[in-house]
């Protein structure tokens, strides 16, 4: 199934997108696509069958904003230099074990949403990620099995960082990585039935109608059962957690200079075929 929410800021409600691509509401059966319901098979179970007896009332797509596709989400889990290509654009060594931070849930937007340029910001850059949303508690997972049966489904993300505040001023990466807007979600979640390889989704970015990201999940050093499992070891995973797996090389910081970062008036738009296509003007903040 697609899952998604549509709506105004703050007043979503839950929807589906059919495979013939109409939308249709599902506030009658479920009050929001959140932890809860992605830990409740029973429910997950009756939108399946209002779903496959098309009995759904449909809504009118035209000018509705889509929201992010997980609402009341605990934690967004990151890893980063989780591709080859893109520690090789570094040049930096492929690290021994996944590298972790975090992103405050405040930061995650809908995937057509504005995205705003710090005040201040001299290198904003862009990042295409699968994103892994849970299904069921995560706790000291043993083995790649385990983890896959604890995600409820992927999704497009965006992990909007900027470079200057994350690697020049100090401390941690929080600095360039929780600016509000900085993680678009979305269009849709995918459940993960419908995704039966994560290891096996094309990603692709372009900034103003130009390529600059073009790459595949089986280039992850660390896979995406294996990213589960190892967080689960540091921390509790909840239902409706987001973990952004990484992004593939072809990033501003990675490019010759002059470095085409991020600026207002810029158009970003990137996609994960079959899970969806984003698209965000950048304004300044």
Same mark, same amino acid.
């Given at each position: 199934m697609k899952l998604l929410r549509v709506g105004p800021a703050g007043?979503?409600?839950?929807?589906?997108?059919?495979p013939d691509g109409t939308l249709r509401d599902l506030s009658a059966l479920v009050p929001d696509i959140d932890g809860p319901l992605l830990s409740?098979?029973?429910?997950?179970?009756? &939108?399946?069958?209002?779903?496959?007896?098309?009995?759904?009332?449909?809504?009118?797509?035209?000018?509705l904003r889509i929201g992010p596709p997980v609402g009341r989400i605990g934690k967004v889990v990151c890893v980063g230099l989780n591709y080859h290509g893109h520690a090789a654009e570094f040049g930096a060594p492929v690290p021994s074990e996944p590298v972790l931070f975090l992103k405050a849930a405040d930061t995650v937007v809908g995937p057509d949403d504005t995205v705003l340029?710090?005040?201040g910001s001299r290198k904003t850059d862009w990042e295409a990620e699968l994103a892994v949303v849970i299904g069921r508690t995560a706790r000291y997972l043993e083995s790649a099995g385990s983890a896959l049966a604890h995600i409820a489904g992927y999704a497009l993300a965006h992990d909007v960082s900027e470079r200057e505040f994350q690697?020049?001023?100090?401390?941690?990466?929080?600095?360039?990585?929780?600016?509000?807007?900085?993680? $678009?979600?979305?269009?849709?979640l995918v459940t993960a039935d419908e995704? $039966?390889?994560?290891?096996?989704?094309?990603?692709?970015?372009?900034v103003n109608g130009e390529p600059m990201q073009h790459g595949h999940t089986s280039d992850q &050093?660390? $896979?995406?059962?294996?990213?589960?499992?190892? &967080?689960?070891?540091?921390?509790?995973?909840?239902? =409706?957690? &987001?973990i952004n797996t990484g992004t593939p090389g072809g990033v501003a910081q990675g490019r010759p200079e002059p470095r085409p970062y991020l600026r207002a008036g810029d158009v970003v738009e990137l996609e994960?075929?079959?899970? =969806?296509?984003?698209?965000?003007e950048l304004k300044a903040a």
């Open positions: 007043a979503e409600r839950p929807a589906l997108l059919d409740d098979a029973s429910a997950l179970d009756r &939108i399946r069958a209002a779903a496959a007896a098309r009995v759904l009332p449909a809504l009118d797509a035209t000018g340029v710090p005040r690697n020049e001023r100090g401390g941690t990466w929080d600095k360039g990585k929780n600016c509000e807007t900085f993680n $678009p979600l979305g269009p849709w995704v $039966p390889d994560p290891q096996a989704l094309e990603l692709r970015l372009w &050093i660390f $896979p995406v059962a294996e990213v589960v499992r190892y &967080i689960s070891q540091f921390m509790t995973l909840h239902p =409706g957690d &987001i994960i075929p079959g899970l =969806g296509r984003q698209r965000q």
